[in-house]
């Protein structure tokens, strides 16, 4: 799969350089993958724009939504998330929430409880 078909789009996606996000959207600019970022102030981190709504996204298609905002502010986003038909989930570390998993996949949508850091260090994203 080349990295347009693997648009990744960072949820909860930071500026901060210690923030776990911030280390994702690096990695996987590294690895070619294209991104789009959402968080929780605009920014601008390796040339990506970090968006703070979704209506603020480009129509690229979404492949993968990697997490790393909390259970409590997921709900939020519960319409958003499902709506994207993403192919997967990515519950980083922190992230869990067995409701959103379950309205995910009875949506046909793959999830994951793993670390995108992980998976890119070790070629398994």
């Not at 959207?25 to 929780?40: R, T």
Request: proline residues 4%; glycine residues 6%; hydrophobic residues 40%.
């Amino acid at each position: 799969m080349d990295s347009k078909q693997r648009h990744t789009l960072i949820l909860g996606a930071s500026p901060n350089p210690e923030r776990y996000s911030f280390i994702a959207l690096q990695m996987l600019k590294q690895a070619g993958i294209s991104i789009s970022a959402i968080g929780a102030r605009p920014a601008i981190v390796e040339d990506i724009q970090i968006h703070t709504g979704w209506d603020q996204l480009s129509d690229d298609r979404i492949d993968t939504i990697t997490l790393y905002i909390g259970a409590d502010r997921q709900k939020d986003q519960y319409h958003n998330i499902l709506s994207a038909k993403p192919r997967r989930i990515i519950f980083n570390p922190g992230t869990e929430n067995a409701e959103l998993e379950q309205l995910a996949q009875s949506a046909g949508i793959e999830t994951l409880q793993s670390c995108t850091l992980v998976m890119l260090r070790t070629n398994l994203y």
